[in-house]
């Protein structure tokens, strides 16, 4: 089996939340914001490195993170193209990365239940697999983070649109690990007020949240 580790984290919060109608990263709910949970949970997990991608209003998201973002493990990158689609913020994360690091997790910004054990498990099982890519599956819902090795990032790097890497792990299923788990954290996200109206009342440690379809 070739190398798999080290695993660099690539946090994909670009995007302008438009079905909000206001930044998501910087929701607040019990004292802390989104995306301080989303980066606080990699930098407390056995990630390598983590790279966070922002775009639509950074300046502001950047100074929110200031704290964080002068740890050496951290880097923000800015992908001025984010209007294009999540695959533009897929790849400019991936090209800080691709030559040291033989695998990527991706995580989305708008995850707020993914802490670093959700992440640390993840990683083993990958790590203890013999596939090139990592998804947590429940029932038959796919969920996030992804994590994805090197034999996939010229396939990452031509991505185009709003998909992300859907694509490629529908089209490549022989090179999948589906990660079985009931674990909430990796299904639960924040796309509209009654996402965040559910993650006000969620207690700090759930197990059994669902997202309403």
């Known amino acids: ?10 946090i994909l919060a670009a995007g302008s939340s438009k079905r909000l109608g206001r930044p998501k990263q910087l929701l ?18 056995d ?21 964080q973002t002068g740890i050496s493990r951290l880097k923000v990158v800015i992908n001025r193209r984010y209007r294009e689609g999540l695959s533009r913020s897929l790849c400019t ?10 695998s990527v997790m991706f ?4 995850h707020p239940l993914v802490d670093s054990s959700a992440i640390n498990d993840l ?37 185009q649109g709003d998909s992300g890497a859907r694509e490629i792990i529908r089209s490549n299923p022989a090179f999948v690990h589906s990660f079985p788990t009931q674990n909430p954290a990796y299904f639960f996200d924040i ?23």
């Open 123 to 159: 990683l083993t099982a990958f790590r203890n697999s013999a596939k090139d890519i990592c998804v947590p599956v429940r029932d038959k819902d796919r969920g996030n983070p992804t994590i994805f090795s090197r034999r996939f990032y010229d396939s990452i790097m031509r991505l």
């Open 93 to 102: 994360g991936l090209n800080e990365v691709k030559d040291t690091h033989p």
């Open 107 to 110: 995580l989305l910004g708008d």
């Open 47 to 67: 990630l390598d490195r983590i790279v966070l991608v922002l775009g639509y209003q950074h300046e502001k998201i950047a100074r929110h993170l200031a704290n």
């Open 1 to 10: 089996m070739h190398k798999k580790t080290p695993t660099a984290g690539i």
């Open 191 to 213: 796309d509209n007020e009654a996402d965040l109206n559910i993650w006000k009342t969620l207690p700090h440690h759930t197990q059994d949240v669902k997202k309403p379809i």
């Open 28 to 45: 607040r709910v019990k004292g802390r914001s989104l995306i301080e949970r989303v980066v606080n949970a990699a930098l407390a997990s």
